[in-house]
């Protein structure tokens, strides 16, 4: 056989991969490393609590949690944050806490939420911004930093927390 007749059969097995990926991913088949989203009323459980302790909004801390993890407390970013709110290594350590404990992770991630609104005198553009793309850059442009990636994330974040 020739490369020409390899080629349908490697695009075919490669599609069939993609396929047993999605089915894995959505939920119509067990993948132990498919994400797992906890369900609406723990995800309000854990959010009522933690805005609560840290006197923010439950709409914000919803729409940054869900934002940043869409409810997966075992959520991995590439960039290496981990759980619902997304904590970087360094923060969870500073917190003292395991990233994937859900109730952990939510006090941990509100209240450097809070502490961004401080700092940012209580503009909570600046502080979505920061909590996406670090405080040093929000304050090295003197707002929202012109990435993309952190422009769409505080249009999305804002949006949702409006709509709460």
């Not at 390899?6 to 994400?35: N, V």
């Amino acid at each position: 056989m020739g490369k020409r007749s390899l080629m349908p059969m490697q695009r075919l097995a490669s599609f069939a991969c993609l396929l047993c990926l999605l089915y894995g991913c959505s939920g119509g088949g067990f993948m132990p490393y498919a994400s797992h989203a906890l369900s609406a009323a723990e995800i309000r459980a854990l959010v009522s609590q933690a805005s609560s302790d840290h006197a923010l909004p439950p709409g914000l801390v919803n729409a940054v949690l869900m934002a940043e993890s869409g409810g997966d407390p075992s959520a991995i970013s590439v960039a290496g944050a981990e759980g619902l709110m997304q904590l970087m290594p360094g923060t969870a350590a500073h917190c003292g806490i395991d990233p994937f404990e859900p109730t952990s992770n939510v006090d941990c991630g509100s209240s450097y939420l809070k502490s961004l609104l401080v700092r940012y005198r209580g503009d909570t553009r600046l502080a979505v911004a920061a909590y996406n793309a670090g405080p040093g850059a929000v304050d090295r442009y003197h707002g929202v930093p012109p990435y993309a990636e952190t422009q769409a994330y505080v249009e999305r974040v804002l949006s949702n927390y409006r709509s709460y």
